[in-house]
């Protein structure tokens, strides 16, 4: 069988997912804080621009909108046809070293001399100089909070137009607020599912929280966000580190005093990450809720076979004991279970989403939205009656409710500051 430990490696799966959406009520019962600290807004005004657009373009075109790229090579794809800027935003490629581990969050935080490295690359987003990124001394503001995106595109197609000045648009109006953007090129299905992408991922958020702890800046956090399969990578990724945060807790209060200076600093790097936006996520890729068949028939952009056919691709070669890789919680937020909730409350790591109605996926982001509720799992929601997949992408045409998503988006990411 085949999943992955703490740190990314191929082993036996945790206790802590079980994957029976059937148990689900079952599991998050018990003494739970207030589940008011899940906040949900429902909307249900569409603009007449956002309604002929559904009425005469996107239906019309539905499903042709969504062009898959072909197969793109094993590992983290150099992405070739970025474009240099938006929105007076530079975009910068750089390549990094991803070290192979073996170790929990508190042991040496290098690989032993002769490990295994991926590269991985990395696209910062970098605002033209102005007066707001400017203190009185008249230094650039550094940066003290860095939103990872993951974008969209079934698991198989790189960042889009609409990725790019997404993030151009995030990268300029939070500059000021000292935050940088930095896309990640995430290894993409087929010749990089899940169980050759996750563990690259797993060890490069360990790597990037580290990084975070050797900067000046003592207070320097992280934030992960995506978008529909990029959403999906966010959210695995923030449940499995509440889970490296319980063990290297747990680790530092079995050891004490004998823990040394470096990993007492590892540990509180380990901290930093403090939120998980994501945009429209697959969060059950069994796809069996009943709702979706309803949806299907007003869904403007997917459908039913696209979604299937991406989960096809992602979890081909995942192997899970309890049951088909479908259902493993790690795969599908949604199916996650008791002690898993248990290690996402306690670590204070908040959980925003957004998703629109209109989207073959909000059947099941709904039941992931009452789960988080359930569980006392902080942070904000925003349910838009009648809009379509991923709709804040939609802002670079001047769609209100694209434009109301960014700036929602922006306020997210402000509050964790």
């Excluded at 239906?59 to 909108?65: A, D, F, V």
């Excluded at 696209?123 to 007066?131: G, K, Q, T």
């Excluded at 004991?321 to 790690?330: E, F, L, N, Q, Y």
């Excluded at 996650?336 to 982001?365: I, Y």
Aim: hydrophobic fraction near 35%; charged fraction near 25%.
């Amino acid at each position: 069988m085949t999943t992955q430990t703490p740190l990314g490696q191929v082993g036996a799966t945790p206790d802590t997912h079980l994957a029976s959406a059937d148990h689900q009520k079952k599991n998050i019962q018990g003494p739970l804080p207030d589940p008011n600290v899940t906040q949900i807004e429902r909307r249900s005004d569409l603009s007449l621009f956002y309604r002929f657009l559904r009425t005469f373009i996107l239906r019309p075109l539905r499903p042709r909108l969504v062009g898959l790229k072909g197969p793109l090579p094993q590992g983290s794809p150099p992405l070739e046809r970025r474009p240099s800027s938006h929105y007076g935003v530079h975009i910068k490629e750089r390549t990094i070293r991803i070290t192979s581990r073996t170790h929990t969050p508190l042991t040496q935080a290098q690989g032993p001399e002769g490990s295994q490295f991926q590269e991985l690359y990395l696209y910062d987003f970098e605002p033209a100089r102005d007066h707001s990124q400017i203190d009185r001394e008249g230094a650039k503001k550094e940066y003290r909070h860095t939103v990872y995106y993951f974008s969209g595109g079934g698991f198989c197609s790189p960042a889009g137009s609409e990725h790019w000045k997404l993030c151009a648009r995030m990268a300029k109006n939070l500059a000021g607020e000292g935050v940088r953007i930095v896309l990640v090129s995430y290894p993409l299905a087929p010749n990089s599912p899940a169980k050759d992408s996750l563990p690259l991922l797993r060890n490069w958020l360990l790597q990037a929280l580290e990084e975070a702890g050797e900067n000046a800046r003592a207070d320097e956090t992280i934030t992960l966000m995506g978008d529909s399969a990029g959403g999906n990578i966010a959210l695995s990724l923030g449940f499995w580190w509440s889970e490296q945060l319980k063990i290297a807790t747990t680790e530092f209060e079995g050891q004490g005093t004998k823990l040394d200076s470096g990993a007492v600093a590892r540990l509180d790097a380990v901290k930093r990450l403090k939120s998980v936006v994501h945009i429209s996520p697959p969060s059950d890729f069994r796809n069996t809720n009943p709702e979706i068949v309803r949806v299907n028939k007003i869904d403007p952009v997917l459908t039913t076979d696209i979604t299937n056919s991406a989960a096809d691709r992602w979890t081909k070669g995942w192997q899970w004991a309890k049951g088909t890789a479908k259902a493993d919680p790690i795969l599908s937020a949604a199916l996650t279970e008791h002690e898993a909730w248990v290690a996402l409350r306690q670590s204070k790591l908040r959980v925003d989403g957004l998703f629109g109605t209109a989207d073959v996926l909000a059947p099941d982001c709904e039941v992931f939205m009452q789960a988080c509720k359930k569980a006392g799992i902080p942070g904000k929601w925003l349910v838009w009656e009648g809009q379509m997949h991923c709709f804040p992408l939609t802002q670079c045409y001047g769609v209100p409710e694209g434009k109301e998503g960014h700036r929602w988006l922006c306020d997210r990411v402000k509050e964790v500051l």
